[in-house]
């Protein structure tokens, strides 16, 4: 069943930015580390940032120095700033559990385009 929505996508400019959010359902949210994955057309689903219950952050060396991600754990919310976009950013964005992954989402677009 649908335990998250993501929500924040749409088409933007290179350079631009975005922030996406990500509403968990049930009290599993805050005992667990949570992920940003993306995957784009023709490509596996990756991780680009995690964030562990406590605050401690992780991001793939493509975008580390551009996204921050978040979390509100007292509203199972988490959240991902992303800045200085680019093209191959380009890709749908979901957000889940880490490492074992546990939600489901239908996940949003971000386009990156001129």
């Known amino acids: 069943q649908v335990q998250v929505v993501e929500s924040g996508g749409g088409l933007v400019q290179p350079g631009g930015s975005l922030r996406l959010s990500c509403a968990a359902a049930?009290?599993?949210?805050?005992?667990?580390?949570m992920g940003w994955y993306r995957q784009a057309p023709g490509k596996q689903r990756e991780l680009v940032a995690r964030?562990?219950?406590?605050?401690?952050?992780y991001y793939v060396d493509s975008v580390k120095g551009r996204f921050a991600i978040s979390r509100d754990n007292a509203n199972n919310t988490m959240y991902l700033q992303m800045n200085s976009l680019k093209p191959e950013d380009t890709a749908v964005y979901y957000c889940?559990?880490?490492?074992?992954?546990?939600?489901w989402g239908q996940g949003t677009q971000v386009t990156v385009s001129s």
């Open positions: 964030i562990t219950s406590g605050g401690i952050t």
């Open positions: 889940d559990t880490w490492p074992t992954r546990f939600y």
């Open positions: 049930g009290s599993i949210f805050s005992s667990y580390a």
